[in-house]
């Protein structure tokens, strides 16, 4: 049961299940009203005035919005972390990539030289350059 001037648990149970498209303008206004005229009297009215079940109503529906506002901020915060991860693997990603790049194209590079140092070797219009001979026996 609640205080005299206080919405009625029951009629905020109603309010809460009855889904919006169902409420008419006039409805929809006069929940936001009693709502915000029973959260200030909530907040302005101490413990010791209220009955036990509005007392117990006020600090059930503190505890829940204390709730639902540290599991957004946690949200917040978790994607915000996340966000930073992706976006540094991402870096250390493309940082390894043109690293790769780099040295693929050394190796490229090297292998260039070592198919023409071939190519010298086998036409004979090169000297060897590794200075060892074959002989077969």
Same mark, same amino acid.
């Given at each position: 049961? @609640? ?17 919006? @498209?169902?409420? &008419? ?21 101490? !413990? ?15 505890? @829940? %919005? ?5 599991? !957004? ?13 992706? %976006? !540094? ?9 043109? %690293?790769? !790049? ?20 086998? #036409?004979?219009?090169? @000297?060897?350059? #590794?200075?060892? #001979? &074959?002989? #077969?026996?």
């Amino acid at each position: 049961m @609640s205080d005299a001037g206080r919405k009625d648990f029951t009629t905020k149970a109603k309010e809460a299940l009855t889904p919006e @498209s169902q409420k &008419s303008t006039y409805d929809k206004t006069k929940e936001t009203v009693t709502d915000a005229y029973d959260s200030v009297a909530s907040a302005v009215t101490p !413990n010791s005035q209220k009955g036990t079940a509005q007392a117990f109503g006020d600090d059930f529906k503190s505890s @829940s %919005n204390s709730a639902r506002s540290d599991a !957004n901020k946690a949200y917040a915060d978790t994607k915000a972390d996340a966000t930073k991860s992706y %976006n !540094n693997a991402k870096a250390d990603l493309d940082k390894g990539a043109a %690293n790769a !790049n780099h040295e693929g194209q050394g190796i490229i590079e090297q292998a260039k030289e070592l198919v023409g140092q071939a190519a010298e070797y086998l #036409t004979g219009s090169g @000297s060897s350059t #590794t200075g060892t #001979t &074959s002989t #077969t026996h």
